[in-house]
């Protein structure tokens, strides 16, 4: 099989946080969308995460997580609560990593 026949434009794929935690809290699982395939500059900018400064990986997740439009939910204004921002985290990563 040729690269070329692998290589597509990326989807936008809907990730669903429903552990018992967040199910319990929120009464439902909650939604987010992502990209199905992420520009290498993602991944390198991923790779290079320093480990010590977690505002690193805040600038980077900004990215990645979207709503149904593909447009970024996080910015200066609009937060999530660190325990379900952290889920988001965990689920976007496990995408990549597939």
Do not use: C
Not at 53 to 79: F, Q, R, T, Y
Request: proline letters at 6%; charged letters at 25%; a negative charge.
């Amino acid at each position: 099989m040729k690269l070329s026949q692998i290589s597509a434009k990326p989807k936008l794929i809907m990730v669903t946080i429903d552990d018992n935690e967040t199910i319990e809290k929120y009464k439902e699982a909650i939604t987010f969308h992502t990209w199905d395939r992420q520009p290498m500059e993602i991944f390198i900018q991923l790779a290079n995460v320093d480990q010590t400064n977690p505002s690193s990986i805040i600038n980077i997740v900004h990215k990645l997580i979207l709503d149904e439009k593909g447009k970024p939910i996080l910015d200066d204004d609009n937060m999530l609560p660190p325990s379900l921002l952290m889920k988001a985290i965990t689920k976007v990563t496990e995408i990549l990593g597939k």
